[in-house]
Structure formats: structure tokens, C-alpha cells
């Protein structure tokens, strides 16, 4: 009879040592879990921050494009015939209106769809608003560039 109160004691015992060992492995798998969303979450916020850097490129590439465009013309105006001037302060301000969409369209119409993340997106009116008149502003220049004053 002792020998079946010091089993009982040392089943009991381990029991407890069990429960105690599976609270802290449950505590530690919430702390991984938690962790591990944190990571997930800290990388959908990259992503939204670099959807946003493309966009900003678009934009920078879009009005370097336009500046060089209309810069081409007055440069070359005078050294090449006016034709080839033209065509290529054309092809510059037409690819300068094409970043400006492409920018707004990678923005709103992304690869993949957009995952739920602490940083706020810009505004989408304000994007197509500023896009918009960017794109009005290259085919302004179009204009220029073909009914512009020539020397």
C-alpha cells in the first residue's frame, strides 16, 4: 500500500509538471504566433510602401520625359531639320503622358490584390486628380511642340 501512495504521489506529481510544462509551451507558441503576425504584418507594409515608391517613379520618369520633350525642342531647333525635331519632342511628351497613366493605373489596379496593413494608402481622388492634370500638362506640350513658334 505504501508503494501504491508513492506511484499515486509521482503520477500526480508528473501530471502537474506536464500541465505546467504544456502552459509554457502554449505561452511560448503565443508569443510565436504573435511574432510571427507581427512579421506578417510589418511585410504588408513594405509592400504598400513600395507600391507607392513605383508610383512616385512613374511620376518622377513621367516629368522628366516632359521636361526633355519640350527641352529637345528648343535645343535642336535650328541645328536638325524641323520634322525631326518635332517627332522627337513628340515621342518624349507621349511617353511622359504615358508614365503619368501607367503610375495611376499600377496604383489603383495593383498585381496582386492589396493586403490590410497599418500604413494608409494615398488618397485615390487625389492620385487621378494630379495624374489627370499631368496628362492634360504633356498633352498641353504636345500642342506646343507642333504649333509652337519655330526660329
Known sequence: MAQDDSTSRTVKETAKATQAAAGHAAAAARSTMSSA?????????????????????WVRTGL?????GLGAQKLLEGVIPL?????????LV?????CFLAGIWRQL???RSSPP????HMPTPILVFVNGFLALVALSALVAVWLGPTR
Open 64 to 68: 522628366g520625359a516632359l521636361a526633355s
Open 117 to 120: 496593413s497599418d500604413v494608409r
Open 94 to 98: 507621349l511617353f511622359s503622358a504615358f
Open 37 to 57: 503576425d507581427r512579421t506578417t504584418q510589418l511585410a504588408m507594409d513594405r509592400t504598400v510602401l513600395a507600391a507607392e515608391r513605383t508610383y512616385a517613379a
Open 109 to 111: 489596379f495593383p498585381d
Open 83 to 91: 520634322w525631326l525635331v518635332r517627332s522627337t519632342g513628340t515621342v
